[in-house]
């Protein structure tokens, strides 16, 4: 497949899961946090028997982080709910700081418009979410679901100016 075509593919993906976020924000997070707890006791499963069963000296050392790894794995796939206000409280770092960095970058080269302004939702959400960690985690993520659809938007609006500006035709 074409690069754009992958780009089209995430856009739209974005823009699929914020309004999953939009419709349903308890249960699209209490799905994640499962999911995400399964996915981290499989992995650190795999890792403690590899380190077990590996002759290399040094996968015996990482043994520890699969063990903690596995740990709260177990935490997340059992107590969701209290999972889901931490992965609230992560979500706030996780959008100020990924927004904030592209922010300064796009204000100090004078970016267009439009890029800043897609990021500001990302920052102000991200502070809100660190200063006032009582927000409902329905709210967090209603904001996380138009966060995701101005992003596929934002990302399908760039693949096609990308196109644009490839397509340059040259005199001979």
Do not use: C, Q
């Not at 922010?103 to 302004?117: E, F, R, V, Y």
């Not at 102000?124 to 209603?142: D, R």
């Amino acid at each position: 497949m074409k690069k754009n075509t992958w780009t089209y593919i995430l856009g739209f993906l974005l823009i699929f899961f914020g309004i999953m976020f939009i419709i349903s924000p308890t249960g699209t997070f209490r799905s994640i946090v499962l999911v995400a707890g399964i996915v981290l006791i499989v992995y650190s499963v795999i890792g403690i028997i590899r380190g077990l069963l590996s002759k290399d000296l040094y996968s015996s050392y990482f043994i520890g982080g699969y063990v903690i790894g596995l740990i709260f794995g177990i935490i997340l796939a059992t107590h969701t709910e209290g999972a889901i206000k931490l992965v609230s409280i992560l979500l706030g770092i996780w959008l100020f700081i990924s927004g904030l960095s592209p922010l300064i970058m796009a204000i100090k080269t004078k970016a267009d418009s439009k890029i800043i302004i897609s990021l500001l939702p990302k920052v102000i959400i991200g502070l809100i979410a660190l200063l006032l960690p009582i927000i409902p985690v329905i709210t967090t993520g209603i904001f996380v679901g138009v966060i995701l659809i101005l992003s596929g938007i934002t990302t399908i609006t760039n693949a096609k100016n990308d196109e644009i500006i490839y397509k340059v035709k040259v005199k001979k």
